[in-house]
């Protein structure tokens, strides 16, 4: 791999900086005139513990520039989520009146970063923490364990439904559907296969220039 330029690097070095501030900004910005205030607590609550533990391993663990930049879309689909409900995102209107689909399908799109961003996420940690590195697990491991992640958020759906009553019902966003559960694991699936599929050798040169960045 050629040599990381002095500006390039320096860039590298900012951007999970400048991405932490921007999710933050756009965290509290997602917070006036929320929807529902408990929804948007319930859907948010993922950014306000992970992008604290982010900024305190940043140097410890520093990611790769192409696993923060996919993080810093998930926090923000999230937030739009929290802010609108999922079953009311404007976007996802849009999307369902252009091919007339029966329901808003924000909630799928969420679903399928919830596999694809993990996917990433998973897979850096196992390249740089395990001997999967190169391995053929390494892509079968990292789908199970978004799957597995996605069942345990359908659980926590679960919980709520059960303690929370009718006023559950923004956070589930089931819209009806009977087999939403399902569906929300499916597309899970999809996203971590994809991510899998189409960023692996994106990933591994990320991962290349953060060893360049982390050692000068």
Known sequence: M????GRTGRTGRRLPTVLAVLVAVALVVSAFGAEDPVTWVLETVWVMLGLPLLILLRRRFPLSGLLCGLLAVHATVLVVGGHYTYAEVPAGDWVRDWFDLDRNPYDRFGHLMQGFVPAILV????????PLRGSRWLAPLTVCACLAFSAVFEMLEWLAAVTGGQAADAFLATQGDVWDTQWDMFCALIGATCALLLLSRPHDRALARL????KD
């Open 211 to 214: 060893t360049v960045l982390t």
């Open 123 to 130: 897979r850096e940690l196992l390249v740089r923490t395990s």
């Open 2 to 5: 050629p040599p990381v330029s």
